[in-house]
């Protein structure tokens, strides 16, 4: 018996995942759906007066594997794509002009606000929302503040806070560094153009390291310690 072969049927279905759609694809930042209804603040919902005047941070999710001319027509709309999130999605800065155009261009599925408790990193929202955030709200934590242009820095300046570093990243986005009690974070989190707070992990010393930092040997940022027997 003769065996019936098809070469291209494999290519059939990977063409068919390709093109899956993503109606209903889940949109998770910092461990927060965006999409479920009370975290979306989804565009179709917010009427003109309540449109922020100038650009405003969007989540703009995609038919599916995003192409280059999806990019484009954004960007020709006066939209700025600023990074990939899963799924098939990008943070968009856009004016309310460019905001109106995407709603309709070719393969958007989805447009959203970023709710302010997403931006926060997961294990930092969790001390915020313990039972004893009460007492710890004082307390001061130094925080990396990831935001597009340096309008966050610069309003938080404004505020009174002081900026121990800020940097342009090669990513394309803005690295604020500085120390505010726990209770701030969540003002910070309204600012609109940042998208992430992270707390800076503290460095927990071992072996030789720690050994030498104990003799007065090793300082703060060195690669390596010093002393006798150290080149």
Known sequence: MRHLYFPCLPMVFLLAFAITPVFGQSIILNGIDLKQP???QTSAAKSASNLPAESALYIV???G???PEWLDNLRAAGATP????ADYSYLTTMTPSALEHAKTAGGVVW?????PRAKIEATLRAKLTSADSE???SARMKLTVLSYGDAAAIELEASGVRIDSHRKTQMG???TSIAVPLAK???IAQIDSVFGIEEVPIEVRGGERAAQAAAGQYEEGATTPFGPGYA
Do not use: C, L, M
């Open 38 to 40: 009370s975290n979306a």
């Open 61 to 63: 999710q995609f038919f």
């Open 65 to 67: 594997p995003i192409q």
């Open 82 to 85: 600023h990074h990939y999130i």
């Open 111 to 115: 447009v959203g606000r970023v709710a």
């Open 135 to 137: 007492k710890t709200g």
């Open 173 to 175: 986005w803005h690295e």
């Open 185 to 187: 974070v969540n003002d």
